[in-house]
C-alpha cells in the first residue's frame, strides 16, 4: 500500500489560517511489513526521525495507540519549513496509515477534525485531506461546529513558486504577528478575504490576485522576515500577474499568472535569486490518495 499526500500553499494572502490550496508536489509512503517496531526509511538526514517520534508514525499512534508496527518507507518532493505544508502532509500520512492499517473508514469530516486539532489550523491540512482550493474554519470553543470546511474548484491558471533557499519556522513566522487588531482593520481585513474568495469561486482571478496582494492579516509583519517578497511582488506587477502571496508561514512566495506570461516570469524570479528553486506547479484536485 501507498500513501500520497500533496503539499499545499496556505492563506492565499487574506484568507490567514482558513484557506489553502493542494499543489503537485507528494509526499509518499510506502507501507511494508510488519515489524517489532516502527522504522521509516527515508534520505531527508538526521533532523528528521527514523523511528516512533517520526510525525508520520506519531499522529498514526495518535489516532490509533494499538496499531501494529510495520515497516515504512517514506520520499519527499515537499521541501522542509518552506510554507509549503510539509508538516501537515505528514501528519495527513500518518492519520490515513491509521485509517487504513486500522479499518477505521474515517470520513472525510473526520480526518480535516483529527488533523486540524494535532496541527492547530486548518488551512494546510484540509487541502492536503480533500485537494484543489478549500476554505475552512477552526473554532476551538465551538463544541458543535468546531471544524467546517468547503472544498472549490481553483481556477485554471499557472501557480509559479518561488523557493529560497533560506528556511522559515511557522514559530517565528507567527511570533511577528501582532496580539490585537482594531475593529476597524479586522472589518477590513475580512472583506479583502471575502472578496478574494468569492472571486475565486467566480473565476475571476485578475481581481482574485488584486485581492490576495492587499492582505491585512499578516504580511505586512512578515514582511522584514521575508526581504525577497517586495521583490517578487514587482517582477509581478511589472509582468501584469494576477497576484502573489507568501506561501503559508513562508518563505515560498505563490504566484498566480497566466500561461502565455509564466516562462518570462520564472526567468526573472530566476535572475532574482539564482539560488531559489522556481518551479511551474498545478493544482492537485485529489487530496490524499491511496494506491
Ligand atoms: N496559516 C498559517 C500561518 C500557515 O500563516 O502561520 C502555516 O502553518
Known amino acids: ?10 492563506n492565499l494572502g487574506p484568507g490567514f489560517d482558513s484557506c489553502g490550496i493542494a499543489l503537485s508536489l507528494y509526499l509518499t ?3 511494508k511489513e510488519e515489524s517489532e517496531s516502527w522504522e521509516i526509511e527515508h534520505s531527508l538526514g538526521d533532523e528528521i526521525p527514523s523511528d516512533e517520534s517520526n510525525l508520520i508514525i506519531k499522529t498514526a499512534l495518535e489516532v490509533l495507540p494499538s496499531l501494529k508496527p510495520h515497516k515504512l518507507k517514506m520520499t519527499s518532493e515537499i521541501p522542509l519549513t ?37 496541527e492547530g489550523h486548518p488551512d494546510n491540512v484540509a487541502p492536503a485531506i480533500c485537494g484543489d482550493f478549500v476554505v475552512a474554519s477552526f473554532l476551538e470553543n465551538d463544541e458543535k461546529d468546531q471544524v467546517k470546511y468547503v472544498k472549490h474548484y481553483f481556477p485554471e491558471c499557472e501557480l509559479l513558486a518561488f523557493i529560497p533557499t533560506s528556511e522559515l519556522l511557522t514559530s517565528e513566522s507567527r511570533g511577528v504577528l501582532p496580539t490585537t487588531l482594531s475593529f476597524k482593520e479586522a472589518v477590513q481585513a475580512s472583506a ?26 499578516h504580511e505586512k509583519y512578515r514582511a522584514r522576515l521575508v526581504s525577497h517578497l517586495s521583490k517578487v511582488q514587482e517582477i509581478c506587477k511589472k509582468n501584469q500577474a494576477y497576484g502573489s502571496f507568501l506561501s503559508g508561514a513562508g518563505p515560498t512566495v505563490i504566484i498566480l499568472t497566466s500561461e502565455e506570461k509564466s516562462q518570462s516570469i520564472q526567468d526573472q524570479l530566476q535572475q532574482l535569486d539564482p539560488q531559489a528553486k522556481v518551479e511551474a506547479l498545478s493544482i492537485d484536485q485529489e487530496g490524499v490518495q491511496v494506491f
Open 1 to 10: 500500500m501507498r500513501i500520497r499526500v500533496p503539499a499545499t500553499s496556505a
Open 29 to 31: 509512503i510506502a507501507v
Open 82 to 118: 518552506r510554507g509549503l505544508g510539509s508538516s501537515s502532509s505528514a501528519i495527513v500520512a500518518g492519520i490515513e496509515l491509521a485509517n487504513r492499517l486500522g479499518e477505521l473508514n474515517l470520513s472525510t469530516q473526520e480526518k480535516v477534525e483529527i488533523a486540524t486539532k494535532i
Open 192 to 217: 479583502i478575504a471575502n472578496v478574494m474568495i468569492a472571486a475565486l469561486i467566480q473565476g475571476n482571478l485578475p481581481l482574485a490576485g488584486k485581492m490576495m496582494e492587499k492582505d491585512h492579516w
